[in-house]
Nanobody, 131 residues
Framework: QVQLEEFGGGSVQAGGSVRLSCAAS????????MGWFRQAPGKEREAVAS????????FYSDSVKGRFTISQDNAKKTVYLQMNSLKPEDSATYYC????????????????????????WGQGTQVTVSS
């Protein structure tokens, strides 16, 4: 059974940095997509970044491009989200998502459509950015 577990959430002041980690167990995503979504209270879920395990290609939403970096360690089955220059509007619950046997095009679509069909989800980790 595949499980995704997020680590690294917390509170930070605006302009600060946070690094999230997501460890996958029970499966491999080296030929699929891993990514991060977020949802703030009263707002719709938003995909912020994804990475294609086959090539390492990365995709970002416009709201985080240039500030967030997604990376993956296939050997450790872990995906990271380095978040820099954080803003109060980045405050949300961040969810790790993963789908195996997906294409790079699907990884891109995850971000543009804010959706992932099938796949697996973590429980979420809270990030709070204060002004």
């Amino acid at each position: 059974q595949v499980q995704l577990e997020e680590f690294g959430g917390g509170s930070v002041q605006a302009g600060g940095s946070v690094r999230l980690s997501c460890a996958a167990s029970g499966g491999t995503f080296s030929s699929g997509c891993m990514g991060w979504f977020r949802q703030a209270p009263g707002k719709e879920r938003e995909a912020v970044a994804s990475i294609y395990g086959g090539s390492g290609s990365t995709f970002y939403s416009d709201s985080v491009k240039g500030r967030f970096t997604i990376s993956q360690d296939n050997a450790k089955k872990t995906v990271y989200l380095q978040m820099n220059s954080l803003k109060p509007e980045d405050s949300a619950t961040y969810y790790c998502a993963a789908r195996n046997w997906a294409s790079a095009g699907y990884c891109r679509q995850m971000v543009t459509s804010n959706e992932m069909n099938g796949g697996y989800w973590g429980q979420g980790t809270q990030v709070t950015v204060s002004s």
